[in-house]
Nanobody, 119 residues
Framework: QVQLVESGGGLVQAEGSLTLSCAASTDLFSLYNMGWYRQAPGRQRELVATISTGGSQNYADSVKGRFTISRLNAKNMVYLQMNSLKPEDTAVYYC?????????????WGQGTQVIVSS
């Protein structure tokens, strides 16, 4: 089973920036599409950004233009650069391998990294 370790969260003021990192314990990382999810208190977990094996990116409307997903296959890492943060971005953020057409991803969840945006 692939292990995922997210890091980089913290407390930031509105309009601030954070970069999240995720390490995946698989040498086949470059073969997989990857994504960042988030779960806000009292809400369902949602997929906010994906990156394909070829580097194509897609974003949820709520983060488009503010967040950037990237990957470094040589280190089995995926990143989420978050700019112009809003209080509604407050959530626990997770990375995983999205499953086409399904809400559940391929792998078990990591511990996530908490992001708190103060107004």
């Amino acid at each position: 089973q692939v292990q995922l370790v997210e890091s980089g969260g913290g407390l930031v003021q509105a309009e601030g920036s954070l970069t999240l990192s995720c390490a995946a314990s698989t040498d086949l990382f470059s073969l997989y599409n990857m994504g960042w999810y988030r779960q806000a208190p009292g809400r369902q977990r949602e997929l906010v950004a994906t990156i394909s094996t070829g580097g194509s990116q897609n974003y949820a409307d709520s983060v488009k233009g503010r967040f950037t997903i990237s990957r470094l296959n040589a280190k089995n890492m995926v990143y989420l650069q978050m700019n112009s943060l809003k209080p509604e971005d407050t959530a626990v953020y997770y990375c995983n391998r999205p499953k086409q057409g399904e809400t559940s991803p391929w792998w078990s969840w990591g511990q996530g990294t908490q992001v708190i945006v103060s107004s």
